[in-house]
């Protein structure tokens, strides 16, 4: 393994990944009354776009390991802003379903492959805080869209509803940044236009002290069936479902407020907040990992597991009229970005191979477009939302126990590496425990983190 001060400064690393955050980083991030829309209607809606990007996620696992992610990515962004557009035209709650579903399909590579991404650039410490860069922008999008949509509804001179207009924004304003990204995202360290050939190396060496081979276009048969027999591989599928069956508190936080007697507007202004509150939520999650829990991402994300579900005991139990305490309670029932952060961090980690880490980040969104269809259909019994209250209160207790069991599934592996390491260190020095690195400088053999033996798991 290479030591940093053999072969380059502190100073010249910083530099690098300076240049990474400002290149790479940027490039990663009324409606039931119009349509006549019953609440069943309206739950189906959220339902139905995870439908079509769990069914874009099969062919995706394939396409995400054979082709060059930035430029498929870049594709899909643009033609994910056009059919956002598209969802301006509907007239009945059918046509906006069908174009819902095609929104969802075509955003199925974009999440897994902005995970893949991170774990190429950026080492495994580095991951948490970047990881979180780009989840915050949920946020973020969530304060402006409410702030958006309450200055385009308070302009009555408008031949659209507003929520017409806020769908064409936002989709021409998608496929403007996808269409950056498709020309300006390098496929990999080795074509990055904006770093000299000696950052290029340094990034190389970077990466290589972590062991990681960069971006690859291959599809192997046996990283797929490693992936599939490796237990890791459902915790992360397990967390996907577990972390989503809350979700449709962000889109029905807004129904909440309203049933407890806000005009639209001030549900509009409430419901924004949610957003900030996310996000604050979501960066202390960040802090405690980077600076006081470094090497314990698990314990971090089960203080976080915390907040939201203080939240929903607090949407279940309190009365609705209430008032702020239910629009409080809302917002904390919200956070589920920061724990999801963090766990997305360790699937960056924790993952070698190019087809192995498609199929995982993949079995993630599976089970994140599962959770996400399945839970907003117990979300109909307005105002109190008993059932699907519930249902979160209950699921934040079983991704509790999940985040420990992955915990000790992770330990143990690194244990058993480390004692087999001792009793056997004259294979330190073999082939399949080195670090190749190939013309371009960065580690060319494609292994998984079960084939090489050096690896160790981040929890």
């Known amino acids: 393994m290479v030591e940093l001060s053999e072969e380059y400064t502190i100073d010249e690393q910083n530099a ?20 006549d829309m019953t609440s069943h209607q309206y739950s189906w809606c959220s339902s139905i776009f995870y439908i079509g990007q769990l069914i874009a996620e099969y062919p995706f696992i394939y396409l995400m390991s054979k082709l060059h992610l930035t430029k498929f990515v870049g594709i899909t962004v643009v033609i994910w802003g056009i059919i956002c557009m598209c969802l301006a035209a509907p007239q009945t ?62 302009n009555r001179h408008l031949s659209l509803e507003p929520w017409r207009i806020l769908f064409l924004i936002c989709g021409a304003l998608t496929s403007v940044a996808g ?4 020309f300006l995202m390098p496929n990999g360290p080795k074509d990055a236009w904006f770093l000299t050939e000696r950052q290029k190396h340094i990034l190389s060496l970077r990466m290589a002290q972590d062991r990681e081979g960069g ?25 996907g479902v577990l972390v989503t069956m809350q979700s449709p508190v962000l889109t029905f936080a807004s129904l909440v407020i309203d049933n407890i007697g806000y005009t639209k507007f001030e549900t509009m202004l409430y419901t924004a907040p949610s957003g900030a509150v996310q996000m604050a939520m979501l960066w202390i999650g960040t802090a405690l990992s980077s600076l006081f829990l470094p090497r314990n991402r698990t314990l971090v994300a089960l203080v976080l597991v915390i907040p939201p579900l203080v939240g929903c005991v607090c949407l279940l139990k309190l009365s609705l009229d209430s008032g702020w305490g239910m629009i409080v309670a809302s917002w904390l029932a919200s956070c589920i970005t920061a724990p999801w952060s963090i766990l997305i961090s360790l699937v960056a980690s924790n993952v070698k191979g ?12 599976i089970g994140y477009c599962a959770g996400c269809i399945a839970s907003p259909q117990l979300w109909t019994d307005s105002p109190r939302y008993f059932a699907g209250v519930v249902t979160a209160i209950v699921t934040w207790c079983l991704l509790f126990l999940a985040i420990i069991g992955y915990w000790a599934v992770c330990a143990r592996d690194n244990a058993a590496r480390v004692q087999q ?39």
Not at 105 to 131: L, N
Not at 354 to 365: D, E, M, P
Not at 427 to 454: C, F, I, M, W
């Open 16 to 35: 690098v990944l300076r240049k990474i955050d400002l290149a790479v980083l940027p490039m990663v991030f009324g409606l039931i009354t119009d349509l």
């Open 93 to 154: 709650f059918a046509g906006f379903a069908a174009v819902r579903f095609l929104l969802g399909f075509a955003e199925g590579a974009v999440s897994p492959a902005f995970i893949t991404i991170t774990g190429v650039w950026y080492r495994k410490d580095e991951h948490t805080v970047r990881t979180a860069i780009w989840i915050s922008m949920n946020g973020l999008a969530q304060v402006v869209g409410c702030l958006l949509m309450y200055g385009i509804g308070k």
């Open 179 to 182: 269409a950056l990204f498709y």
């Open 215 to 239: 971006d690859k276009t291959s599809f192997s048969m046996a990283q797929l069936k490693e992936a599939l027999l490796d237990i890791k591989s459902w915790f992360v599928f397990t967390f």
């Open 354 to 365: 190019n087809t192995k880490r498609s199929v995982v980040n993949a079995l993630f969104f």
């Open 421 to 459: 390491e001792e009793h056997d260190s004259a294979q330190a020095s073999s082939a399949a425990d080195q670090v190749l690195l190939d013309k371009n400088g960065s580690p060319g053999n494609d292994v998984t983190d079960k084939e090489d033996r050096k690896f160790r798991y981040s929890f």
